[in-house]
């Protein structure tokens, strides 16, 4: 990747779920550091070192599954196991998220 860079193919790098220790690890040979860092980021699991971490070495942080796994519903394997345990949190049903989103005329998701 670093030689697509140097050749004008590619402005910037990215990594996906790296932890500051994988990041911290790689700045120590890299020639280029990552630009982003995707990682899993929602009201359920914020990473706020991790965050801290990406802004403060300017990396941004990019979230995937901003809402999180919807609820049980629909995620079935091949098996007949459900992705997501029974007692999973639906945050489509979360009032505050609810009251956000009503507030800015969207859906939850």
């Known amino acids: 990747m670093e030689n697509m860079v140097d050749m004008g193919l590619t402005k910037g790098i990215g990594v996906s779920n790296y932890n500051a220790q994988l990041l911290w690890d790689m700045m120590t040979y890299c020639k280029y ?4 860092n995707e990682v899993e980021l929602h009201p359920t699991c914020q990473q706020p070192h991790l965050v801290r971490f990406l802004i403060d070495h300017d990396i941004r942080p990019i979230a995937y599954s901003p809402i999180s796994r919807p609820g049980r519903g629909g995620s079935i394997l091949p ?10 949190h639906d945050l489509r049903e979360n009032p505050t998220l609810k009251e956000i989103a009503k507030a800015h005329g969207k859906s939850e998701v």
């Open 33 to 36: 550091k990552p630009a982003v």
């Open 79 to 88: 098996d007949g196991s459900f992705l997501t345990p029974e007692d999973w």
